[in-house]
């Protein structure tokens, strides 16, 4: 089962983007610095008010992402 309850949808930050723990911390900010070459220690060293579970659940949530699939609406 995909656990992913440290990721929240807030309009109010963020824009209403997927972020940690409600955090000014995007799930996609995590996932790109990942993709630049950082390591989790790293990532936590930079930002130290974020968990190990934090990080591993930000690229859950973009493997998911990454997997669905979006169908336009037909039009009648």
């Given at each position: 089962?995909l656990?992913?309850d440290?990721?929240?949808?807030?309009s109010a930050?963020?824009?209403g983007?997927?972020?940690?723990?409600?955090?000014?911390?995007?799930a996609?900010m995590?996932?790109?610095?990942?993709?630049?070459?950082?390591s989790q220690?790293?990532i936590?060293?930079?930002y130290?008010?974020?968990?190990?579970?934090?990080i591993?659940q930000?690229?859950?949530?973009?493997?998911?992402?990454?997997?669905?699939v979006e169908?336009?609406l037909?039009?009648?």
């Amino acid at each position: 089962m995909l656990t992913l309850d440290r990721i929240t949808f807030d309009s109010a930050v963020m824009g209403g983007k997927p972020c940690l723990r409600g955090m000014r911390v995007t799930a996609g900010m995590i996932v790109g610095l990942v993709a630049s070459g950082k390591s989790q220690s790293d990532i936590l060293a930079l930002y130290p008010y974020l968990e190990k579970e934090d990080i591993v659940q930000a690229l859950r949530f973009a493997a998911w992402r990454a997997e669905e699939v979006e169908l336009p609406l037909a039009i009648a």
